[in-house]
Antibody, heavy 119, light 110 residues
Framework: QLQLQESGPGLVKPSGTLSLTCSVS??????????WAWIRQPPGKGLEWIGS???????YYNTSLKSRVTIAVDTSKNQFSLKVNSVTAADTAVYYC???????????WGQGTLVTVTS | QSVLTQPPSVSAAPGQKVTISCSGS????????VSWYQQLPGTAPKLLIY???KRPSGIPDRFSGSKSGTSATLGITGLQTGDEADYYC???????????FGTGTRVTVL
């Protein structure tokens, strides 16, 4: 069974950089026809797609965040990562990593990690 | 604010049926597959329906999905207390070039 696990700091200072890693186990990140994504959920609010990456490195991002976001993949470690620059309190959220198919169905999710932006 | 609109809440007694609507447009639901997710308190979302009306392995047939025009619907029959959760629809929006999710619906079992 495929498993995803987020890791990274739970606290980030305003104007700093949020950095998270998603470790994939039980399967290869180089599997064809699947993309690896980051999704976030502010406390008490809905889901927001941040961006997705294919194992080849091709990425696509939510245009509302694109200028501040970088998603990268490390196939040797079976991991992918997220960086969000210039964070503010509005970036406080539970961040999930997930795998989706070509039709946007998110079948596998990490447990999520809460990142709080605070001084 | 999301481009997919869902009712904030629905409720019904155990054993009854509920339906959750997801209203969008031709740039999203109207021309793309829809998926549905169940999010129990404090947990990650779980895929219930993919490609509009298909159920992943292990999802009971009490859950069903359909689409008509620019709206999609999730149906839950034989409602159980364990179904109390938030439910989200999701799809691709061709105008935004983005994956989008609905506003979410809280299901309460009376």
């Amino acid at each position: 069974q495929l498993q995803l696990q987020e890791s990274g700091p739970g606290l980030v200072k305003p104007s700093g950089t949020l950095s998270l890693t998603c470790s994939v186990s039980g399967g290869s990140i180089t599997t064809s026809n699947y993309y690896w994504a980051w999704i976030r959920q502010p406390p008490g609010k809905g889901l927001e797609w941040i961006g997705s990456i294919f194992y080849s490195g091709n990425t696509y991002y939510n245009t509302s965040l694109k200028s501040r976001v970088t998603i990268a993949v490390d196939t040797s470690k079976n991991q992918f990562s997220l960086k969000v620059n210039s964070v503010t309190a509005a970036d406080t959220a539970v961040y999930y990593c997930a795998r989706h198919g070509t039709h946007g169905d998110y079948e596998f999710w990490g447990q999520g990690t809460l990142v709080t932006v605070t001084s | 604010q999301s481009v997919l609109t869902q009712p904030p809440s629905v409720s019904a007694a155990p054993g009854q049926k509920v339906t959750i609507s997801c209203s969008g447009s031709s740039s999203n639901i109207g021309n793309n597959y829809v998926s549905w997710y169940q999010q129990l308190p404090g947990t990650a979302p779980k895929l219930l329906i993919y490609e509009t009306n298909k159920r992943p392995s292990g999802i009971p047939d009490r859950f069903s999905g359909s689409k008509s025009g620019t709206s999609a619907t999730l149906g839950i029959t034989g409602l159980q207390t364990g179904d109390e959760a938030d439910y989200y629809c999701g799809t691709w929006d061709s105008s935004l070039s983005a994956h989008v999710f609905g506003t979410g619906t809280r299901v309460t079992v009376l």
